[in-house]
DNA sequence: TTCACGATACCACTTTAGGGGTATGCGCTC
DNA sequence: GAGCGCATACCCCTAAAGTGGTATCGTGAA
């Protein structure tokens, strides 16, 4: 029997996998956490063989908890469950020392493969996602020709978030509890950083790359 | 015992939901699909007392799902499922006749509770989207039924996906071939016809739309 | 310990967007 | 033939975006 603990902020997902793993598929999920600054603590009080990580929540994100892990010396495999296909994602992931990488919308035999494979510390990748290894792979000859997306900072993401809602840069600010002129230096920087015009376009590059 | 019938393209979500009802529960899951277009045929072969409805979905999103069995005259109550919390995607459910909406950082509880309202056609609105639905009916003395797109012309639409691409209303009059002021009087019939605030939420939505 | 970067903040300025009108000609429909 | 939607075009004006700087502070890396 695996031993597992999941860290999602979504208690619908966390109790329907939960409920998912019947005695007889050898993995139990043993605890589930909303937050992922308990895992440390978690980790002290019950054993587990593995971890199944949400990538993004609001407290701290999956590659938070996995840093955090590991400036405590924690040394249990970690199994990325995400939506995100973002090659962004899966490289901070695999830098942070994931173990594997798994998206949400796989089957249960997949995630049970994934699972059985990480917990003997065995790499997983979900099919899906194979190919997106492969390219990166390749393309990282030249580290400089990244997505221009990587270039921008977690709070001009943010930004530009707020931008699509359609917020102007008063509103953003009142929102974010900033001046209007730090939202208008973050706004030109974004611009420059992703090599558009106006905001209209700021908008279209930010939907197609999925920023919003 | 209700039954229901879950939309949604994440498999992992949809059969951890459907392993997390018990039978004391009262709710059954009888049937999942990940692609939306098989709704109809599926009512067609079994009975079901409402449908659980993912709203982000590949082939077709949820909202797409609730008109496709509006055309086809399929009289089933829809709980939307999702983990979008913006007015955006709950007024255009609503509006396309949804029954209910909930988040899927809901507990089991909450998701038990909701299904069981909808099921018996009362409303059901997440508690953490009440003062959205409030603001929104405070703001919306008329609700205008049918799709705000469809008001577009096409010139209109051209004009957008110029707007898309970054050009400013100088540009789009000498693509076009007209006068800078009618450019002027496209964008501020578009916007209005949209209800949108300024170009960044123009863009937003008409992506969303498919227009861009 | 520097040094780079991100987040913050401000000034001054030009350009563009956005909102209020009004108006004409064309094609279609009732 | 009167009305309607659409595309076209112009006026005036305010609000916002966008451009050019500069600068402080904290953090983390070299």
New binding site residues.
């Given amino acids: 029997m695996i031993r597992a603990l999941l860290v999602d902020d979504h208690q619908l997902f966390g109790e329907g996998v939960r409920s998912m793993f019947k005695p007889n598929d050898g993995i139990e999920i043993v605890k589930i956490t909303t937050n992922g600054n308990n895992v440390p603590s978690i980790l002290s009080e019950i054993e587990v063989d593995m971890i199944l990580m949400d990538i993004s929540m609001p407290l701290i994100d999956g590659v938070g908890v996995l840093e955090l892990m590991k400036s405590k010396g924690l040394d249990v495999p970690v199994l990325m469950l995400t939506m995100h296909q973002d090659m962004k994602y899966i490289r901070k992931s695999l830098e942070t020392g994931a173990q594997g990488y798994i998206l949400k919308d796989a089957s249960k035999a997949e995630l049970t493969e994934a699972i059985e494979k990480v917990s003997r510390r065995e790499n997983y990748f979900h099919p899906k996602i194979n190919n997106q290894i492969f390219d990166y792979l390749r393309g990282t000859k030249n580290p400089s020709q990244g997505d221009l997306v990587d270039?921008?900072?977690?709070?001009?993401k943010?930004?530009i978030g707020c931008?699509g809602k359609g917020?102007?840069?008063?509103?953003?600010?009142e929102a974010?509890?900033?001046?209007?002129?730090?939202?208008?230096?973050?706004?030109?920087?974004i611009?420059?950083k992703l090599a558009?015009?106006?905001?209209?376009?700021?908008v279209t590059y930010s939907m197609e790359k999925g920023i919003i």
């Fill in positions: 270039q921008l900072s977690d709070r001009e943010e930004i931008i917020m102007n840069s008063k509103a953003i600010a974010l509890f900033i001046s209007e002129h730090t939202v208008k230096t973050h706004r030109r920087n611009m420059h558009v015009k106006n905001t209209a376009e700021l």
